[in-house]
């Protein structure tokens, strides 16, 4: 939701022509009573709210905004007692092709290790067919059959994910095997791996009923549910931390267990949390609506301090350890704790230059290697950025 | 129970063109569209005293939807699509004039889509769902979801591309 033909499509979504709606939201209860009287023994009380109300195809949608818009956020000006790595030194960086072991028209680099040695991603043709690839220094490897759609690959290479039907995977030393879905739940969705193996994803169950759990690498069939039901796990730092979920709060949790909720940003009803590194996360609040929708905007905790700040992009792509943040903003962007950025460059054989050509998903922790996509001619290449100082 | 009821219908009156376009711009079929929201709306009756206290109503009323779609067509895809088709003088489309040309493009172009990548489309463009809620919404794997869209966004970036140049030449 970040480039400019996102935000065209988007709009063009929310106005394309659309026949009015036949929905009786009248017959709906009175359908709905019924079931619910047939599920459990005892009658259920006639209301008359519903006076007036039939088919309800013009019912206004847009109410007005009860909050006013935010004030523009900033970036925190100061760096918050981090050891930036920036030291004026400048930083050049090259884009570089991924080698595409298979063919597919959607070859995607999705996810970078801490250290930057390991890249992970898809190549199929996008339509459920698509194979994990780890690139080790660069040399690319097919996973087995069973492992789709990779979530993250750590440090000593060990990748993780879920397959189409819910089933958690981890792939190590060159075996692939499955991670228990904890009794009573029904499908897990594997988010994160840090370089201890531990793995970090939450259940769902019947009733949206779900649990963060915890996995490890070593035994994939033992599990740990992470705080009480209700609990989401999206991210694990190298410490072990947690973060996640509960409820609409934004959470971490110490390796030990202890859960404590993150702060949300003053004027915001909730926030989520997409993925955590070092001391940083990374997430988002709900913020203006436009037309139907609302536009969510990012926002970085620090996990050290409990600081949290709303960031002044449409959006960010992930976060690395030493707090530098990947805007995938048409042309990515990587912005340093102390808000000096640097665009990364793109290919020279690359014609297409509209927002949207190159993508970044991935950052390692000293920012300097960023993996993600190139999009020309229907197509998806998977790149590499290398940096240095 | 009374206040339960008033704010189910409070709620679903306001989300109801929303369902109503997001349903329908994922199966291409106004009676389809109607049908799964309407089941979708009933289901939510049942439910909604629990599910009015979840963390994120929409996002759970997007996951029904989603389902109740894939329910149907389960059912009988190839046949309703087939129906939806034809005229229907109650129904009349909506003209094409110079303006909405591309708009119509786009709804043409999602009709030709996989379900799966028109409905990764919807969610997270139109409902602006995170990549997250979407998968979960689509009970698969934030991997799946991005390189569905990405092969989603390639298709219909062709097919506005195409618009733009036998059209206008204005953005």
Not at chain 1, 10 to 22: G, I, K, N, Q
Not at chain 1, 76 to 101: E, H, I, K, M, Y
Not at chain 1, 243 to 257: H, K
Not at chain 1, 311 to 331: E, Q, R, W
Request: net charge positive; aromatic share 4%.
């Amino acid at each position: 939701m970040t480039t400019l033909d996102d935000q065209r499509i988007a709009a063009l979504l929310r106005s394309a022509p659309v026949p009015a709606p036949r929905v009786d939201v009248g017959r709906a209860i009175r359908d709905g009573r019924r079931r619910r009287q047939r599920r459990r023994v005892g009658g259920i009380a006639a209301v008359t709210v519903l006076a007036g109300l039939g088919a309800v195809g013009a019912v206004q949608l847009d109410r007005p905004a009860s909050r006013p818009a935010p004030a523009p956020p900033v970036l925190a000006a100061s760096p918050d007692g981090t050891a930036s790595a920036t030291q004026g030194s400048p930083v050049t960086c090259a884009a570089s092709w991924l080698p595409r072991p298979i063919g597919g028209p959607v070859a995607v680099a999705n996810s970078v290790d801490p250290t930057g040695r390991y890249i992970v991603g898809d190549i199929g043709s996008g339509q459920e067919d698509g194979r994990v690839v780890l690139w080790t220094d660069g040399r690319a490897a097919v996973l087995p059959t069973g492992a789709r759609h990779a979530a993250a690959v750590n440090a000593g290479g060990d990748v993780v994910g879920t397959d189409g039907d819910g089933t958690g995977w981890v792939y190590r030393d060159g075996r692939l095997r499955s991670l228990a879905t904890p009794p009573g739940y029904h499908a897990v969705l594997v988010h994160a791996v840090n370089g201890r193996g531990d793995i970090a994803g939450t259940a769902s169950g019947a009733g949206d009923s779900h649990h963060a759990v915890l996995w490890s690498a070593d035994r994939p069939q033992e599990y740990r549910l992470i705080g009480r039901p209700g609990s989401a796990a999206t991210g694990i730092t190298e410490d072990g931390t947690v973060v996640g979920a509960m409820g609409q709060l934004p959470y971490r949790w110490t390796p030990q267990g202890t859960g404590t909720a993150l702060t949300v940003p003053d004027g915001y009803p909730r926030a989520s949390i997409d993925s955590a590194r070092g001391e940083w996360a990374v997430g988002s609040v709900p913020g203006p609506k436009e037309g139907g929708a609302v536009r969510m905007l990012p926002v970085r905790w620090n996990l050290t301090t409990g600081a949290v700040s709303l960031l002044p992009f449409p959006g960010t792509s992930g976060i690395a350890g030493n707090g530098d943040l990947l805007v995938g903003d048409g042309a990515p962007l990587i912005v340093a704790p102390d808000g000096t950025s640097r665009r990364l460059p793109g290919r020279p054989e690359v014609r297409a230059t509209e927002a949207g050509t190159y993508t970044a998903n991935g950052i390692s922790d000293d920012g300097l290697t960023v993996v993600g996509a190139v999009y020309e001619k229907q197509v998806y290449r998977p790149l590499v950025w290398r940096c240095h100082r | 129970m009374v206040d339960a009821e008033r704010e189910f219908v409070e709620y679903v009156s306001a989300r109801l063109p929303t369902l109503h376009r997001t349903a329908f711009l994922m199966c291409g079929d106004a009676h389809l569209a109607d049908d799964v929201v309407q089941q979708t709306i009933t289901a939510l009756y049942v439910n909604w005293r629990r599910v009015s206290r979840a963390d994120n109503v929409d996002a759970y009323v997007h996951r029904m939807l989603v389902h109740k779609l894939v329910d149907e067509k389960r059912l009988s895809w190839a046949k309703v699509r087939l129906l939806g088709s034809m005229p229907e003088p109650e129904r009349p489309p909506v003209t094409p004039h110079d303006e909405l040309a591309e708009r119509d493009s786009l709804v043409a172009a999602l009709a030709d889509l996989p379900r799966g990548q028109r409905t990764v489309l919807v969610l997270r463009f139109l409902c602006d769902l995170s990549l997250a809620d979407t998968a979960a919404a689509m009970g698969c794997s934030e991997g799946n979801v991005k390189s569905q869209t990405a092969r989603a966004l390639a298709a219909v970036r062709q097919v506005l591309d195409v618009t733009e140049m036998s059209g206008r030449n204005t953005r």
